[in-house]
């Protein structure tokens, strides 16, 4: 059986990092995803979905280094508790329980933010309908309509 969860997309805020009393760090922070699909009409929609994610020890360390609308690659497994608040009122979270995560974004330098466990890679190519920027990445018309989930995946 298989629990696996991965996630791209941009941090809701800074991650908070905290100690638990036998030394352990454990942090959290929010990341946002987007769909965006053409409805019944014809009309570009897109659907944010908000996701809570936990990382223990090496990995809460190096959530210090995270900011807010950063993009990150999150990879773990979905994890379901139940709580009871100080009003007694019975409460459900779902986390995500990261095993690994890369930061996106380059940093200033050139320096990019990937895992070092992992091979650095070329920006991801986009469709041939996007334009070209000066940079070397890919810019998006202002009246293009927003990229689907799943173009140009190799499988």
Known sequence: MINKVTLVGHLGGDPEI??????TPVGRFSVATNENYKDKEGNWQSQTEWHNVVVWRDLAERAKNLKKGSTVYVEGKISY?????????????????ANTFRMLDKREGG???FD????????????????ASTDGVAAVPADAPPATEGDDLPF
Do not use: C, H, Q
């Open 116 to 131: 070092s466990r992992f091979p650095s890679t070329e920006p991801a190519v986009m469709p041939s309908n996007r334009a």
């Open 111 to 113: 320096s990019n933010g």
């Open 81 to 97: 508790r139940k709580y009871t608040d100080k009003d007694g009122v019975e409460k459900s979270l779902t986390d995500i329980v």
């Open 18 to 23: 905290r100690t638990l009393e036998n030394g």
